[in-house]
């Protein structure tokens, strides 16, 4: 097909009627003449058409349709639109302005993590800040200690790579290790150069990080023409930017006039200087745009100082910025201080104050989460805060409706909220926005307080609040579609399954269909098999062709391989986050070794519970008693009345003990394992699935694995700073001494340790020779 089509909805005829299924065809009727069935069905067809033409040209394949043959389906699907206005479905294909679907651009591993940002909001904060780094590198508080401070960009960022000095890849941070590859739409922003200054002797590799964005001036310009042209307008300058650059038409970002400010730096072949200010000055000298506001400090008050200056300056820069970034400026400093699991310990991101704004609540909704939490939603008349229109905020849960927190004390002075209300409503930077006062002199007559729920609004079993859990819960397990739906969409979300061209959308599409009998994990890797047996037609069917549906079960295909963490990560169980998960797999190192374990140790969770629950109820009586609570007494007694052997005890004491799992999470898993339901559902999952073992941490490093020991006065380093190094390189650094450890690091000083150690045989070594241990 190289033709291009005449428009088929104003001379539907006049295309030959031989275009493969593919493209529009030509033998449509007039939309004058269509039927309201016959429209629903072509609007399915057409949706799914536009769909698959979306990923064919992005995916490795040719773009199958040519532009022309796309424009033509897209405008037959508008004019049947707009003779049936309800049939028009909300994820339209018409609708999208921009904001391609995520998963259509291929994406790209970084190959120096993309660290996020921590927040801090008052100056307090920022005192800490630099007291922290101090404690850290054992610096005294009259040592010299420089930073900078830059405005905070409220943009996207983005990472560029440079090879020989000239551009190879731009990438979106996405997840800070998986971005997307949108190399072809950087390419046409003005201040990221294609080939770098020469002169400036740029290092053969070299990625450059910094935010791309949207001034002031031109984001209106954007918003007129938008309108005048009848399409959406967008909420504010960062959404502006992120539909532009996220265009699978790199015209289109050509046309829209992006702007990038370089801040931070990636892989690189050679350092580019020996400090922050000094890399980013030689950033400018290789040819990009640097924010001039930036400054050197010399520690908290001049950094608040500069914080001041560049708040004063804000109205008037003409784009947006949330914040101050403090950064230590010594990059040798940076390279000590090192990281958490996503945040540099160096860095600090001080963010201007929370707009507010006054508006009514019209509503209050409660939507039901993975876990069965009640989360009671704001409807609001919307209101615009801070540049942003808001018509939903948060409330927390039904205590901060009622006006008085868990533990009974008040909260906005204990006035409560109720629909018709005249609330202010809050929203800072990328936060969601959070309902913060009522005014009481406007309530209007004849309200009463709002009756939270005691039953789940969504299948009806009753929801429950545990000891000292200021969330009621949904009881209702898988039984509850809500909940049910939220476990699958975190499934496939991007830390978990992530398979592609599954998201939440399609999840919630596939859940609402019967007929595809999508209802926990397992169903998604049987979803090929029943399709081809006919059994849940995909095809046909959401926006579906042949060929997407191909894709996707190609998608699904390839995650039946897939990692211990994902996997424990994937399963959605309370408190089991994506960092938990990870300790957990490297723990145990198989499924099968985490489910024993958890099995053996179910009778030992049962007796933690039921201490617990005695030790609640010792701590009410103590209280009430006016003593003080025996806790060890009644949990120990608890325990022995429910006697788990010594094997349960065993097998808990060894999951609570490792590494970031407390008995909090503990409980939690091993609730989930012990439910028959959620059992019989995981089971079936993990029948069709090869997991994999988990990397071990940092192979290449002589200490990973081993089991550390630090003791008496280190010289070279604080303990904090040696503990951090010891685990960043695989290690686990243990406070006492025993038959599992493996090493001990002995300072001046090393008393009772040192003697268990040579008791016990373990190798001691000093400080020295632990640092030409670790090389450094
Ligand atoms: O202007 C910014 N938005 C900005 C973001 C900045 N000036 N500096 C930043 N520095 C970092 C580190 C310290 C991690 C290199 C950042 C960000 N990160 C950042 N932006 C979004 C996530 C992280």
């Not at 519970?609 to 005695?614: E, T």
Request: overall charge negative; charged content about 25%; hydrophobic content about 45%.
């Amino acid at each position: 097909m190289s033709k291009a089509v005449s428009d088929p909805v104003s001379n539907p005829a006049s295309n030959p009627a031989s275009a493969p299924s593919s493209a529009p065809s030509s033998d449509r009727p007039d939309v004058a003449r269509l039927t309201e069935a016959a429209a629903a069905a072509e609007i399915a067809e057409l949706a799914g058409m536009i769909a698959d033409a979306n990923r064919a040209y992005h995916g490795e394949d040719a773009p199958e349709i040519t532009d022309a043959e796309y424009d033509a389906l897209k405008r037959r699907l508008q004019a049947i639109e707009a003779r049936f206005p309800a049939l028009k479905r909300p994820d339209s294909p018409t609708e999208a302005i921009g904001a391609a679907p995520s998963g259509t651009f291929a994406k790209v591993r970084h190959a120096v993590r993309m660290l996020s940002l921590e927040n801090a909001f008052d100056d307090e904060e920022i005192a800490k800040f630099d007291e922290r780094i101090r404690l850290y590198l054992g610096l005294g508080p009259e040592a010299p200690l420089w930073f900078t401070a830059e405005p905070k960009i409220d943009g996207l960022s983005l990472s560029l790579r440079y090879e020989g000095g000239k551009l190879v890849q731009a990438a979106t941070r996405g997840d800070g290790e998986i971005g997307e590859n949108v190399t072809a739409n950087a390419r046409t922003v003005a201040d990221i150069p294609e080939l770098l200054t020469p002169e400036a002797e740029p290092p053969a590799v070299l990625e450059v990080r910094g935010e791309v964005y949207m001034s002031h001036a031109d984001f209106e310009a954007l918003n007129t023409q938008q309108a005048a042209a009848g399409g959406k307008r967008f909420a504010n300058p960062r959404n502006a930017a992120a539909g532009s650059l996220r265009q699978l038409d790199a015209g289109v970002t050509a046309a829209r006039p992006l702007r990038f400010f370089a801040y931070a730096w990636g892989e690189m072949s050679a350092p580019l200087a020996a400090t922050q200010s000094a890399a980013i000055a030689r950033l400018k000298a290789l040819g990009f745009s640097t924010n001039g506001l930036t400054e050197r400090c010399d520690g908290p008050s001049a950094l608040l100082a500069a914080y001041r200056r560049i708040e004063q300056k804000r109205a008037t820069l003409g784009y947006d910025i949330d914040g101050v970034v403090y950064k230590v400026d010594d990059l040798a400093l940076q390279a000590r201080l090192g990281f958490r699991s996503t945040t540099p310990r160096w860095a600090i991101a001080h963010k201007f104050p929370a707009e507010l704004a006054w508006t009514r609540l019209e509503a209050i909704d409660i939507q039901v989460g993975r876990t069965g939490a009640l989360s009671p939603v704001a409807r609001l008349a919307p209101v615009t805060v801070g540049g942003v229109v808001v018509s939903n905020a948060t409330l927390h849960n039904e205590d901060y409706i009622a006006g008085r927190s868990a533990s009974g004390e008040a909260i906005r002075d204990g006035k409560d909220l109720r629909p018709g209300d005249w609330v202010q409503v809050k929203r800072a930077g990328d936060v969601i926005p959070k309902v913060v006062d009522v005014d009481l002199a406007r309530r209007p007559a004849g309200t009463t307080p709002f009756d939270f729920p005691q039953c789940c609004p969504e299948c009806g079993s009753p929801a429950e609040r545990e000891e000292g859990d200021a969330v009621r819960r949904c009881t209702g397990g898988l039984i509850c579609p809500a909940q049910a739906v939220e476990k699958l969409k975190h499934f496939v979300s991007r830390a978990a399954f992530d398979i592609d061209g599954l998201g939440a959308r399609q999840i919630e599409m596939f859940f609402a269909d019967p007929d595809l009998g999508i209802r926990d994990p397992a169903d998604i890797f049987t979803l090929a098999a029943r399709d081809a047996a006919n059994l849940g037609k995909l095809r046909n069917r959401d926006g579906f062709g042949d060929r997407s549906a191909g894709n996707l079960f190609r998608a699904i295909e390839e995650r039946r391989r897939i990692g211990l963490g994902r996997l424990i990560f994937a399963l959605g169980i309370r408190h089991v986050g994506e960092v938990a998960a990870q300790d957990l797999a490297r723990h145990y190192g198989s499924w099968e070794a985490l489910v024993a374990a958890l099995d053996s140790a179910r009778p030992a969770a049962l007796a933690h519970r039921a201490a617990d629950a005695a030790e609640a109820q010792e701590r009410r009586a103590a209280a009430a008693e006016g003593r003080r609570a025996r806790i060890a007494e009644v949990r120990g007694a608890a325990i022995a009345a429910a006697a788990p052997s010594p094997d349960a005890t065993a097998a808990w004491d060894d999951l609570t003990g490792a590494d970031g799992i407390g008995p909090v999470l503990a409980l939690s898993l091993s609730d989930s394992l012990a439910n028959p339901r959620e059992r019989a559902a995981i089971d079936r999952l993990t029948e069709m699935l090869v997991i994999e073992p988990p990397e071990a941490r940092a192979t290449a490093s002589p200490v990973a694995g081993k089991t550390v020991v630090f003791t008496g006065t280190l010289e070279k380093m604080t303990r904090a700073e040696a503990k951090a190094r010891a685990e960043a390189l695989g290690a686990k650094v243990a406070g006492s001494v025993s038959a599992r450890t493996d090493l001990l690091v002995a300072g001046p000083g090393a008393g009772s340790k040192a003697r268990e150690a040579a008791r016990l045989g373990i190798e001691t070594i000093d400080e020295d020779a632990w640092l030409r241990l670790i090389g450094g």
